[in-house]
């Protein structure tokens, strides 16, 4: 009796937190995407009314919707494999047992991870600087021209995927270092015997023992790459030709420039449906392979 | 090629590729430090100067003395600061209650709050941003720290390390008389150190590093938060390369230091929250 008292007082601090702070405002959030909650509402509430699923309706007929989606698709189909890709290959390097300054590697690549965010997305912005960038520069040594980075539509957004890349890859990678790990050397040892390459070991071991741990990184940096949001505000504004206008940066602009609060409130809602079915579909598929 | 030629090779090529992927990592941090000392307008040149021709310290002078860049660094430090102190308190209470105390309802919370992690938090933004207008919280300090104060993570993380703390330790201190109060703070807690250090260093980074929320409570330069106020900064200080170089080396350096001391804890915490899943 004393005990559970004691829980629930102890608990109640960080219960009332969450559900205050958290729990409350995503109902809000549920409730407030069917109002037309706007600049008027908020100075006098009289003004709101339900509006059903208007918002949600509106906003599937928003070509500046359906564009930030499509930016924000793009940035996660080719940047979540590129970021996986990079992370899985670093961990694979430092793995081996040839690594010389394994430390320091380790706490070098990973550097990036804990910048701020807001920081290095300022250098980024003048190292892809088109006349006066270190990138540009590097470039013209091997006779490209310099490329309008962050001013050209077609570079925008894969500016700011190698970003992401260069920021987060070091996250993942510490995970799979972990993961690879706590596979048995035995495994390799039996290939070794059996004749296996280097490349069947990684195919038909290593990869498959990741399985679990590929999943879960899957899944993390997917629902993370759908929230992209600072890096088009510092690196971009959105521009150009709105080609970095991520689906938070629209909620944000529609929410917080404008006070739509109600259509920016469908917004967030519809981000977290498209996440939830797409990490879903990938748990289904990797329990169907049997990975968790 | 023999045997001992190839492993050599093989050294050589997996050396050599860490090598470059260390200097991309660190190439852009090495090039914000140096150019943070370059004399104004020096980075702005073709070809671009990898060190200053004269180190000078008028870029940090002059990011201090006209942008109000040193209230933000005091913002960052007490806002970051306070967070981590009190969700470190909210969270360790909550993490031991929901592994050791035992109480009606607790597993099934315990899967709300685990449920509660697949809703971004951008979510809540917009209805609490209301919230915090009706409790007139938007453009201070609270307005930051008071969401921030328990997080699932924080709860998960400790919950996972205090489930190794014997039980017959507790029972012993109720025995002898101890109140619950006191068995936290006098058997638990000291128990609990390495998991409170991780969870310490993952908060206050996190917090240091935030942008989304502080940009949205805080609306006036004086209370900004270093990542807001750099932001706002780079947009009107295009040009000043050198400046916001500087700028950005105040904003990294304590982050990117507290993590050179503490790697170890920090590594840690990262791989007990990423089995969550």
């Keep these: 009796m004393r005990a559970s008292l004691a829980g629930w007082m102890f608990a109640a601090p960080a219960l009332v937190v969450l559900g205050v702070f958290f729990g409350l405002p995503v109902l809000a959030a549920l409730l407030l995407s069917l109002t037309d909650f706007d600049l008027y509402a908020l100075a006098d509430p009289d003004h709101l009314c339900f509006v059903a699923f208007d918002n949600y309706l509106e906003l599937l007929r928003t070509p500046m919707f359906w564009k930030a989606l499509g930016n924000t698709a793009y940035f996660v189909v080719v940047g979540v494999p590129l970021s996986i890709a990079a992370s899985l290959g670093a961990a694979l390097l430092l793995h081996s047992p040839l690594v010389r300054l394994r430390a320091f590697f380790r706490t070098a690549l990973f550097a990036p991870v804990v910048t701020t965010l807001v920081a290095v997305a300022v250098?980024?912005?003048?190292?892809?600087?088109?006349?006066?960038?270190?990138?540009?520069w590097a470039l013209g040594h091997v006779g490209i021209a310099p490329v309008d980075w962050l001013g050209d539509p077609r570079w925008a957004m894969p500016t700011i995927m190698l970003f992401a890349v260069w920021k987060n890859f070091g996250y993942n990678m510490v995970i799979f270092l972990a993961g690879l790990?706590?596979?048995?050397?035995?495994?390799y040892e039996a290939a070794r015997i059996d004749g296996a390459s280097r490349w069947q070991q990684f195919v038909h071991i290593t990869l498959p023992q990741l399985g679990p741990v590929l999943?879960?990184?899957?899944?993390?940096?997917?629902?993370?790459?759908?929230?992209?949001?600072?890096?088009?505000?510092v690196m971009t504004r959105g521009?150009?030709?709105?080609?970095?206008?991520?689906?938070?940066?629209?909620m944000f602009e529609e929410g917080f420039k404008w006070w739509n609060l109600g259509r920016a409130s469908a917004?967030?809602?519809?981000?977290?449906?498209?996440?939830?079915?797409?990490?879903?579909?990938?748990?289904?598929?990797?329990?169907?392979?049997?990975?968790v | 090629m023999s045997d001992v030629g190839r492993s050599r090779t093989h050294a050589w090529l997996v050396n050599g590729a860490l090598a470059v992927i260390a200097l991309l990592s660190l190439a852009p941090l090495a090039w914000m430090v140096s150019v943070s000392f370059m004399p104004r307008g020096e980075a702005s040149h073709f070809p671009p100067p990898f060190l200053p021709s004269m180190a000078t310290l008028d870029n940090y002078r002059a990011l201090?003395?006209?942008?109000?860049?040193?209230?933000?660094?005091?913002?960052?430090?007490?806002?970051?600061g306070a967070i981590t102190v009190l969700s470190l308190l909210v969270n360790t209470m909550a993490g031991y209650a929901f592994a050791k105390l035992r109480f009606a309802g607790r597993e099934r919370i315990f899967q709300l709050l685990l449920a509660a992690l697949v809703v971004p938090a951008q979510v809540a933004m917009l209805p609490?941003?209301?919230?915090?207008?009706?409790?007139?919280?938007?453009?201070?300090y609270w307005g930051v720290i008071v969401p921030a104060m328990a997080t699932v993570f924080g709860i998960f993380l400790v919950r996972q390390y205090a489930r190794s703390i014997p039980d017959e330790l507790i029972e012993a201190a109720r025995i002898d008389g101890a109140g619950e109060l006191r068995i936290f703070f006098q058997v638990v807690l000291p128990m609990l150190k390495p998991v409170l250090v991780t969870l310490a260093i993952f908060t206050f980074m996190g917090a240091w590093n935030d942008f989304m929320w502080p940009l949205i409570v805080l609306t006036d330069q004086?209370?900004?938060?270093?990542?807001?106020?750099?932001?706002?900064?780079?947009r009107e200080h295009i040009m000043d390369v050198e400046m916001m170089m500087a700028g950005a080396v105040v904003t990294v350096l304590p982050v990117l230091l507290l993590f050179l001391l503490l790697q170890r804890y920090y590594i840690q915490g990262l791989l007990l929250g990423s089995v969550k899943g």
């Design chain 1, 123 to 136: 250098i980024w912005r003048y190292l892809f600087h088109t006349s006066y960038g270190l990138v540009n």
């Design chain 1, 267 to 291: 917004v967030a809602f519809l981000l977290f449906l498209i996440i939830l079915a797409v990490t879903t579909v990938l748990l289904r598929f990797g329990r169907r392979k049997a990975l």
């Design chain 2, 128 to 140: 609490l941003f209301l919230l915090m207008k009706q409790l007139g919280l938007v453009n201070s």
């Design chain 1, 215 to 233: 999943l879960v990184v899957g899944v993390i940096t997917i629902s993370g790459y759908f929230q992209l949001f600072a890096e088009p505000y």
């Design chain 1, 181 to 187: 790990q706590a596979i048995p050397q035995d495994l």
């Design chain 2, 64 to 80: 201090f003395a006209t942008t109000g860049v040193a209230r933000n660094f005091a913002n960052s430090l007490l806002v970051s």
């Design chain 1, 239 to 250: 521009d150009p030709l709105q080609s970095t206008v991520s689906v938070l940066y629209y």
């Design chain 2, 222 to 234: 004086a209370h900004y938060t270093l990542p807001v106020a750099l932001a706002t900064l780079s």
